[in-house]
Structure formats: structure tokens, C-alpha cells
């Protein structure tokens, strides 16, 4: 497949489970999103790059309802989900991860995820008063559960730690096995690998095509173009506050064009070392 231009969103993308069309987003007079278009297939790795400030994480919080955009739509899974508030969209299966805030530091790694509501839910609290032992049943059932998560993510040993305790990359496996309690349909990972050692990237890697083993569709904002090129199917390059392209890493990196027009020499800087 070669490089599309999406600036009219005729993307190839089948089976799209989530998009974005014509998202805007200004801070003061700064148009930090400027037009994005952007389609996720369902069941794929899809990463969103470009440079600094080029407006990527402000289009994952559109999407995720943590910012109303100012105009456009975010559709999921056929719903106009636009301007709903992150919640909302969480019980709708779209989960964004975050860094472990004061208060989730202040509670164990156990603890940590007990406290993460689950996606597709909808929380029924009239059910604590009128079915107890269920609740019960099902608060055992996520117990085992969580136990399940942090021994998949090397965390068991640490659960009854404080997260704060945890090493950097431990809080980022912490961030992911907080998402993956969440059972989510898609999940949005901003940089999820950003400051931790190469190994640690490897692993987090291999979590990551994990999810899409378990049939969770993914999208992540990626510097490493490598780990792009190992997990990522699919490629949405952003500058400037749009979406510019959309490929396969392979078809980027060989595309000097490409390269040299979308991304400023990035992509060989960064292939290269
Ligand atoms: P990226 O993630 O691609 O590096 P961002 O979406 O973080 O880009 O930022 C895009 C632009 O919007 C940048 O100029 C940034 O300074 C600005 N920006 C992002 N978030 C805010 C905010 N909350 N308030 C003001 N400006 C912001
Ligand atoms: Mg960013």
C-alpha cells in the first residue's frame, strides 16, 4: 500500500472502529489541531507520529473526551461520540492511559487496579443494595483477576507495594495493567515506552501486541519509529495540526519524498540509530 494523502479522508483503513474527521482544537490563539482526519480499523496497531508539538496528543484527548474538540467529529463504533465526556466514552470500550496521579500513587499496585473502572459496563450501583452477594462475587472475580494482570506484567511480586515505590518502568507496566483491568475495545497510549530502557521497551512491546492477540484494537503515539516498525500495522503521520499520511511504516521509511516533505529527516535520524 503506498501513501495516501488524507487531507480528503478517502483512507484505505477497513473496519473502522474509530475516527476522526475534521478535528480542530486551538489554545488561545494556537491552532494545536488543525484539521485532522484519521480512521482506526478494528483489531490493528496503529501508530499516530510526527514531530514535536505537531498536535498528536491533542488528537488522542479529543478522542478520548478529555478535551471537547472546537469542531469535528470522533465517531465510535458508528456513534458520534463528539464532545462526550471521557466517561462516557470509557463505557463505551475507549480507554486512554495515563500517568499514575498523586492520589493512585498513594495506593498499592493491588490497589491500583481494584480502583479502575470497567469499560462497557455502566456500574450499576443499585445492584450493591439489591444483589450484595453478587457484588461480592464479582468483587472476588476482579480480585483474581488483577492478580491474573499483575503477574502477566511482572508486578505480582510488588503488589502490596505503594505504586509510588515502583521504578519508572515498573509505573509504566503499572499505567498498562491498569488499562488492560479496564477490558477495554480500544485503547489510546500516549508514548507508552517514553524514558525507559530498551529492554523494558521490548517487553512493553511485546504487552502491547498481546492486546492485539486478545482482540484489543490499539492507538499509540510512538517516537521510537523502530517500535513502530515492529508492532505497529498501520501509520497516521501528523504535522502541523493534520494528518498527513497514512501507511505502513515500510512505505514511510522508503519514501524520501515522504520523509523529507511530512517529517523533516525524522524518520532516517531516527531509523538510523
Ligand atoms: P505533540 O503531542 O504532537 O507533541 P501536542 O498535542 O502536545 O503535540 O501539542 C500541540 C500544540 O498545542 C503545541 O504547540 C502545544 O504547545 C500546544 N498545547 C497542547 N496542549 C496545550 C494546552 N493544554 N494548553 C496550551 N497549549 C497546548
Ligand atoms: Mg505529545
Redesign the pocket.
Known amino acids: 500500500m503506498s501513501v495516501t494523502p488524507v487531507t480528503t479522508p478517502a483512507v484505505t483503513a477497513t473496519n473502522v472502529v474509530l475516527s476522526g474527521r475534521g478535528l480542530h482544537k486551538s489554545?488561545?490563539g494556537?491552532r494545536?489541531?488543525n484539521g485532522a482526519d484519521l480512521d482506526v480499523s478494528e483489531g490493528t496497531i496503529t501508530a499516530l507520529i510526527?514531530?514535536?508539538?505537531?498536535?498528536?496528543?491533542?488528537?488522542?484527548?479529543l478522542i478520548s473526551g478529555l478535551?471537547p474538540p472546537d469542531a469535528g467529529e470522533v465517531r465510535l463504533a458508528g456513534e458520534d461520540v463528539s464532545g462526550w465526556p471521557s466517561h462516557r466514552i470509557a463505557q463505551r470500550g475507549l480507554i486512554r492511559t495515563f500517568q499514575l496521579s498523586r492520589e493512585l500513587q498513594g495506593l498499592t499496585v493491588l490497589e491500583n487496579l481494584l480502583v479502575t473502572p470497567i469499560a462497557q459496563k455502566g456500574e450499576a450501583l443499585v445492584n450493591i443494595f439489591l444483589r450484595p452477594r453478587a457484588v461480592r462475587r464479582e468483587e472476588r472475580a476482579n480480585v483474581e483477576r488483577a492478580v491474573e494482570i499483575l503477574r502477566d506484567y511482572g508486578l505480582y511480586h510488588v503488589r502490596d507495594n505503594w505504586a509510588r515505590a515502583l521504578s519508572g518502568g515498573q509505573k509504566r507496566l503499572l499505567e498498562l495493567a491498569r488499562a488492560v483491568m479496564a477490558q477495554p475495545r480500544i485503547l489510546l497510549l500516549?508514548e507508552p515506552m517514553a524514558g525507559v530502557n530498551p529492554a523494558l521497551v521490548d517487553q512493553i512491546g511485546d504487552h502491547i501486541l498481546k492486546l492485539r492477540t486478545d482482540g484489543i484494537t490499539v492507538l499509540m503515539?510512538e517516537h521510537n519509529l523502530g517500535v513502530v516498525e515492529r508492532i505497529c500495522d498501520h501509520v497516521i503521520v501528523?504535522a502541523e495540526?493534520r494528518t498527513l499520511a497514512t501507511g505502513r511504516m515500510s512505505d514511510l521509511r522508503d519514501n524520501p519524498e515522504v520523509v523529507h516533505a511530512y517529517l523533516g529527516g525524522v524518520l532516517d535520524a531516527r531509523l538510523d540509530s
Open positions: 489554545f488561545g494556537n494545536a489541531v510526527g514531530p514535536n508539538g505537531a498536535g498528536k496528543s491533542t488528537v488522542v484527548n478535551l500516549d503515539i501528523m495540526g
